[in-house]
């Protein structure tokens, strides 16, 4: 194409230095950030965190494409998004499964690759090592030093660098160490200690001689007490002659009938190393969840008691939202009355859920309670709120319903105002009185506006932790439950949370996130349901 020919074309024009400058800045970005992203990369990958390291590579990736394609450019203005979308909300999701067919959880919280790092740090005395008491010296460059005293005799002094070993001749036995030696200054007490924590690493010593600090009061020759294999991925243990492999598999020892040890470093003793590493074990977790009688006894009547506490929670506190909304809608009563009482009645919504639910689990308490001293008052017996499972269940939606109702009222204060008038007064022309002016004109007309807030507010109840442990932790206890925790006012998340964290074995993740992935999956199932009602409402509302 001709010079002139480009000059003509519309489509081509020249760069110019405002162009230039943008495309510097947004390239030297771009560099900024794949090297932050590469150094990411190779952290995670060292550690042996590969699924997080993939993430990153991708959303980096995502990240160059979108802002070096020009036909990607809208897409420009939303890609930090995007990138915070996948790293903050998919990537918990994808670990989460990721996690449930893993060992993850107490005894088993590193990575592979950590658990060696950390063995290796390990070290011993080896036979005829010697031990020395030590004090640490600096010189004018920032290295470090050690006078060392032998231990048992306490008589002979020496001294150790970075690159040398030798004895001390020059100070007398029992006199005071020198303030200055060989150009190394004696550090006073609070830049000791901020030295020895810097030099824990270091070795001093010569070729010969090696020393490393193994405390506050010790240094000796020292060495390396676990030393990984690659070639037989096993530590040998040099103190003990003892080589530990490295086991992943799970099911049950042929010859001892004992269930195998996954994550852990093992030697033909059947002994293991005090740290093992994350491994996958399949679908042991989910297995365990479904076979295992004392965890499945409980677990329909809890998954029963959920459904129930949430369809209640949400019936119970729309209707009394409703029908406050209803009565701050009457133009009877004064606009200053009115603005009065919506704001008490919305001050359940404005305190903390945790201050609510104390402040009842002390008006019910049975011999100090307000509202049972009130209910003694009469003659009557005050319920038991925390030890009948019945009566406990209704102290949980009594409370539920305070915290819940002013949502829904203010909810249904919008809603109501939007539904025109003039559909009223034909109504009442044809002879409609209020409860048929309610059930065939309001109802159908709110559920349209309200119905998805009611799906939203199903499912937060589903998951509800927070009222459930404040109330009463759950109880009161299920006996068939045997020695795993579980409570007749327990939903599911709390099932799972005492399951996983409180059933006496310390923290199991893996186990979590396998029931978590249980109740996403009946969530997803009963919304969906929900979601067919919506639309029979939408429906109705067309024909109104």
């Known amino acids: 194409m001709s010079l002139q020919a480009a000059s003509d074309n ?25 090297a932050f992203a590469v150094y990411l990369i190779y952290v995670f990958a060292v550690d042996g965190v590969i699924e997080l390291a993939i993430t990153v590579a991708v959303v980096t990736i995502g990240a160059n494409i979108i802002n070096l394609r020009q036909g990607l450019y809208p897409l420009r203005w939303i890609a930090p998004a995007l990138s915070l979308m996948v790293l903050m ?39 005829g090592g010697e031990v020395y008491a030590w004090t640490i010296y600096a010189n004018a460059a920032g290295d470090y030093a050690l006078w060392l005293t032998d231990r048992d005799a306490g008589d002979r002094y020496y001294f150790a ?75 040998l243990d040099r103190q003990t002659d003892s080589l530990y492999h490295a086991e992943y598999n799970y099911g049950t020892d042929e010859t001892t009938g004992e269930p195998y040890k996954t994550g852990q470093f093992i ?20 297995v365990s969840f479904i076979e295992n009688d004392q965890i499945r006894g409980p677990l329909i009547r809890i998954f029963l008691w959920t459904i129930g506490f949430s369809f209640a929670s ?16 009457d133009e009877r009563i004064p606009m200053l009355l009115r603005k009065f009482f919506r704001t008490v009645l919305i001050i359940p919504w404005a305190i903390p859920g945790l201050i609510s639910v104390a402040v009842w689990r002390g008006m019910l308490n049975e011999n100090l309670g307000v509202i049972s001293n009130i209910i003694r008052a009469f003659g009557l017996e005050p319920p038991p ?29 919008g809603a109501l105002a939007a539904i025109p008038s003039d559909m009223y007064e034909a109504a009442e022309v ?15 007309m709110l559920l349209v506006a309200v119905g998805p807030l009611l ?61 978590t992935i249980v109740i996403f999956v009946m969530v997803a199932a009963v919304t969906l349901l929900q979601y067919r009602f919506t639309s029979g409402w939408e429906e109705t509302s067309e024909n109104v």
């Not at 000796?220 to 690659?230: A, C, I, K, N």
């Not at 002016?437 to 109802?443: A, I, N, S, V």
């Open 89 to 127: 909300v998919v990537y918990p999701i994808v670990y989460t499964v990721y996690v449930s067919f893993t060992n993850y959880g107490d005894g088993n919280l590193l990575t592979k690759q950590q658990v060696i790092r950390i063995l290796s740090q390990e070290t011993y005395l080896p036979e």
């Open 161 to 235: 660098t970075l690159g040398g070993f030798a004895a001390v001749d020059a100070v007398a036995p029992g006199a005071e160490l020198p303030a200055e030696y060989q150009g190394y200054r004696l550090l006073d007490r609070r830049k000791a200690l901020q030295a020895a924590v810097a030099a824990e690493d270091l070795v001093f010593g010569g070729d010969e001689i090696q020393i490393g600090i193994a405390g506050r009061r010790e240094a000796g020759e020292f060495e390396q007490r676990l030393v990984y294999q690659p070639e037989e991925d096993a530590i």
């Open 314 to 329: 949400v019936v119970s506190t729309f209707a009394l939202g409703l029908f406050f909304a209803l009565i701050m809608q």
């Open 10 to 34: 519309p489509n081509r024009r020249s760069l110019g230095g405002s162009d230039l400058l943008r495309l510097f800045v947004t390239y030297f970005m771009l560099a900024v950030v794949d």
């Open 385 to 413: 709120f925390f030890i009948d499972p019945g009566w406990a269940k209704m102290g949980i939606l009594l409370i539920n319903l305070w915290l819940g109702y002013p949502y829904f009222m203010l909810v249904c204060s």
């Open 430 to 444: 044809d002879g409609a009185n209020w409860w048929r002016k309610f059930r065939d004109l309001t109802l159908p």
């Open 267 to 286: 030697n033909d003793a059947g002994e293991t190393l005090r740290t093992g590493f994350i491994a996958g074990i399949g679908t042991k977790n989910f």
């Open 455 to 515: 799906i939203a507010s199903f499912t937060f109840n589903f998951n509800n932790f927070t009222i459930i442990e404040a109330y009463d932790e759950g109880g009161p206890p299920m006996r068939e439950s045997g020695n795993l925790p579980a409570g007749h006012t327990d939903i599911l998340i709390s099932y799972a949370f005492r399951l996983a964290f409180g059933a006496g074995r310390g923290a199991d993740y893996g186990l979590a996130s396998a029931i």
